[in-house]
């Protein structure tokens, strides 16, 4: 724990002495510590213009820098680089704005996951191991309207399935179209399930997320096969860091809610990963990366993430749908996690519990009151649906408009390895594992993968 916080702190010669104790080889690098606070991000100064040949990849709304292209990484399943999605651009002015989702959507998507809604009690969220939730995209399919990859379209029936049909599942799909230069794919896979699940930690006592590949535990448990999504996601809904400027140009907030980080590592790689990939959570903002890579969140000091944004801070007292509070204290680094499949997970399942990994939406009843929520002004009818669209801004937001992104910095090398000494006995115990610090690595996370008993 010494060893965790003096990191945390930057101190990362002090973090050393520690650790060196332990039965471990490898540490995540100062390098990644140093970009996840908000500070270190190797960035060649923006650019004021891009044309098809130059890769570079440009961002609106909170994304003020563009950002030149990172060395590309070893061959992926989906083949571009890690990136987010975080605002619009007028076709007409030029002028950013805006978030991923449109306001109001934004705004229900907070409130049914709010530090205190039903759902954290009702699912048992502190008391449960992982659990996440399935949707078959063509499932129940009422509309012939064809997407990008050719599956069809379903009308959602609450304001999880519109979020996702309708604003996540396009973008994961545009990523899969582009490579690492931006130019399109001849033969994009096709896009078939969602798997969802959410995450809160109070900002001020973040201890972060520990590193891990997301795979298809049934699967796994079942066959001891190692699957992954296809395209990994993460939308941040509340919890960012203050943005600040150095230079007269944008920069990524000081220190953030927890940082997520992305490595250039998959479970066949026999080396650590050289490169990682830093995502600053920015509210309303949805990244992705593919879903074959390890990855987790960094954790930040208590007194340094508490300097939330004003978005985070007016969505906890009501203005942007977490409401309810005014008490800064309470704000949560919320996080919604979507894993897109090219296969359906459920086949070979059998009967799906609720609240287990990939498991069914609960019915609309009082012990789950939380999907009663989620399902107001919703409904089959075509007709109210548009009334519906309408009113959460999704064909507003969208005419006209182009939503940007921008690759993610990156820093390396990624790893350190000390190689502590061959007389060190100590290990950590599992329950504060986060494997920050490893021993064996690159082959302790794929071996972590049929183990039992994980923290998340």
Partial sequence: MSAFLLSVLSRHDDALTHLRRFQLSHRVHPNVWTMAGGAGAAQPPPSSSHDDNDPIVCGGGDCAQRSRLSPPPPTFSADFLPRIYCGWRSDDDGVDGGGVLPPELHRRLCALFKPGAPYWKESDYDNRGYYSYFLG????????APTSVGSKKRIPTNVIEDVIFKHLLPLAERSL???KVGIPSSSPPRIV?????VHTRPVGANLGHQVHFDTDESLLNRERKVTHPIVSSVLYLTGAGRDREVGGNAAPPAVSAGSTVVFDQTPESTDVASRAWVSHPRDNAFMVFPGNLLHGVLPC???ESLEVSDTA???DRGKVGCGGNDKEEDVHRLTFMVGFWTRDVREGMGERELYTPCGPMPPPVSEHSWLMQARQGYCENKTKQKSNDDKNGTKAEQEGR?????????????WDDFSSNGN??????????HRFFVLNAPHCFSESLYEKGDLF
Wanted: glycine share 4%.
């Fill in 137 to 144: 995209l063509n499932d129940d399919v009422v509309d012939d």
């Fill in 177 to 179: 179209r582009e490579n």
């Fill in 193 to 197: 399930g969602a798997e969802w699940w």
């Fill in 301 to 303: 000091t208590a007194a």
């Fill in 313 to 315: 801070a007016a969505a």
């Fill in 402 to 414: 182009t939503l940007m992104f921008d690759v993610l910095p990156s820093t390396s090398p990624a």
């Fill in 424 to 433: 060190s006995t100590l290990t950590i115990p599992k329950g504060l594992d």
